[in-house]
């Protein structure tokens, strides 16, 4: 074995080199993997230095970096290989969205990642954030835990805060939001990043996490089209904890409670039969089958998107319509997310230089299952292989008679914690209902000077429900808390664009945006209801708790954002 190990390692080498463009300038940021091991890869520094450990002398290494072409190198022998990227012209003319407007990538003074609609919707997702997961370089896309509707954390270049959010700033068609959690991805024509300081400088200091800009399909000239697109889904865990075996189980806590005293051990013994003194049935335990209760709270799951798109129009009336729904069962019993969106976008022609603009959003949202931290519970999923392994211990007493003697630590013996039980017990949903809409009108005062003045409004409100049937604690409790927010916002720009000879291109901006929020909250908390009551009937009836009640109403302080900002750009 020694001797393969040693074959294994000397197999294994490194190989570096510069990356450098056209100009001999470095590149930094290139991806550079090996080929059919898109696992294995690095990036480069900022010098455009890498250094990569490959399994052998053929392997072939991938450069890739956006606006450059994609090319293939074999290493064969050599530990040094130096590459020169050429562009990409038909990248470099993609037009790129950088905030108020948008320029071709070639243009391009900062750091800017993009990802094409076409590429997320082939990821069958529920959250558009997920599917930027390893398409970006320099974003990170993490997931708190893989329920349905599961919290999604964007981080651009990383975090820049201890104590403050790390979030980017979100914008779906130059509306600031603050989550895609209600966009289709069928509804996405690109999604553009903006990275480092000189791009993201124009939103001040709301874009110091970077931003992260959505533009959704828009209204094209032709005829008529109805498209659909959708997916159905199995889902299953991959991979369990494996439980002990019911002798290995007992023998653990046996030998564990006799270490902690004679009391412990006693109680032990008594509870699973266990010494002369109480049947002597270790050895039975042999032939008693373990039941793993991580398979009991997991299950396979199913999932399924429906999204139907029509479009249409002539050169002075374009309209856009659509229409999608998604069901997403979770992999853990009563969980589930579910989500309905619709948005139209409309223009018209009005004049041959003035047109106006109009999109209307709307969605709903209803999640189950989602995680209580506020009442300290779980998902009881990852401590499910802990609960005892066995149905009914052979000492034959109940556990009351002897929970007293386990009080060294042992509570998953207890049949309180049994997590079926324990997640059947909780219902805890959440239903949000969200409306946006926008109206613009664009002015050509002159030829390449275009005004543009667009009025917004949102509408928001959201229901959270908790309750607990007493399994744990004896007596139902019970929350509710409703929200409702709106908000505002004007922005006008003036934007000129001017061609000097055949190669000098420059371009003006300026502008002025208000945005203006408010939101409120209440909360009732109530514990002790009668055991009649359900989870509707106690949701209803949340005032009549009998042991403790509570009512909380929350009035946020109002948003207000007033900016005006600039921007010049030259060509030569």
């Known amino acids: 074995m020694i001797l393969c190990v040693q074959n294994i390692m000397a197999q294994k080498r490194t190989v570096s080199g510069i990356v450098t463009d056209s100009k001999n300038e470095p590149l930094i940021g290139v991806n550079v993997t090996i080929k059919n091991a898109s696992t294995t890869g690095t990036i480069t520094d900022i010098d455009g230095k890498y250094s990569l450990e490959i399994p052998s002398g053929n392997s072939v290494l991938v450069f890739s970096y956006i606006g450059y072409s994609t090319q293939e190198v074999k290493v064969s022998n050599r530990s040094v290989v130096d590459i020169v990227l050429k562009d990409d012209m038909q990248a470099l003319e993609e037009v790129v969205v950088i905030g108020y407007g948008t ?4 243009d391009l003074t900062g750091a800017v990642a993009s990802v094409q609609g076409k590429d997320i919707a082939a990821n069958p997702v529920s959250n558009v954030s997920q599917a930027l997961q390893g398409r970006l370089p320099g974003v990170n896309v993490i997931s708190q835990d893989g329920r349905p509707g599961a919290t999604i954390s964007v981080r651009v270049r990383g975090g820049g805060s201890i104590t403050q959010s790390n979030e980017p700033l979100y914008v779906v068609d130059g509306f600031p939001v603050s989550n895609l959690d209600d ?4 509804d996405i024509e690109t999604i553009d990043v903006l990275k480092d300081a000189s791009s993201t400088a124009i939103y001040g200091a709301r874009g110091a996490n970077g931003v ?30 494996e439980t002990l075996s019911a002798q290995e189980y007992i023998l653990h806590n046996w030998s564990y409670a006799a270490s902690r005293g004679e009391s412990n051990k006693d109680a032990v013994e008594k509870y699973f039969g266990l010494g002369s003194k109480y049947g002597n049935h270790y050895a039975d335990y042999a032939n ?32 856009i319509f659509s229409l999608g729904y998604i069901d997403d069962e979770g992999i853990k019993i009563n969980s589930d997310y579910n989500r309905f969106n619709t948005s139209l976008k409309f223009q018209q022609k009005l004049l041959n230089n003035l047109i106006f603009d109009f999109d209307l959003r709307y969605s709903e949202i209803n999640l189950n299952g989602r995680e209580d931290v506020t009442n300290g519970k779980g998902s009881n999923v990852s401590g499910a292989y802990r609960y005892r392994p066995i149905d009914n211990p052979l000492g034959g007493v109940d556990y009351s008679e002897v929970a007293s003697g386990f009080s060294f630590g042992v509570a998953n013996i207890d049949d309180k914690h049994n997590p079926i039980e324990l997640i059947n017990d909780i219902t805890n949903r959440s239903y949000d209902r969200s409306l946006r809409g926008s109206a613009a009108l664009s002015w050509e005062i002159i030829k390449g000077l275009t005004a543009r003045t667009e009025f917004s409004i949102n509408r928001g409100s959201s229901k959270d429900t908790y309750y607990e049937n007493g399994y744990t604690n004896g007596d ?3 929350s509710l808390t409703r929200g409702i927010s709106e908000g505002l ?12 000879g055949d190669t000098h291109d420059f371009s003006i901006l300026i502008g002025n945006e208000f945005i203006n929020t408010d939101s409120e909250s209440s909360k009732l908390e ?14 209803a009836l949340i005032h009549t708790a009998t042991t403790s009640y509570s009512s909380i109403n929350t009035i946020n302080n109002p948003g207000r954002t007033v900016s005006f900002f600039g921007r010049f750009s030259y060509t030569p």
């Open 103 to 106: 320029v071709k990538r070639r």
């Open 183 to 186: 966009i289709s991805a069928s």
């Open 212 to 241: 992260i800009l959505v533009t959704t399909k828009g209204v094209k000239e032709g005829k008529i089209s109805v498209s659909y697109d959708g997916y159905i889904q199995m889902k299953h865990a991959a991979k369990t904890l």
């Open 288 to 319: 008693v089958t373990a039941h793993d209760y991580t398979n009991d709270v997991l299950r396979t799951a199913s999932s399924h998107s429906h999204n139907v798109s029509i479009s249409g129009g002539s050169d002075k009336t374009k309209v």
């Open 476 to 478: 139902k409790r019970a």
């Open 489 to 500: 916002r004007s922005v006008t720009t003036f934007n000129y664009n001017k061609t000097l």
């Open 526 to 539: 109530g514990r002790g209801y009668p055991d009649r009551f359900d989870y509707k009937t106690t949701i």
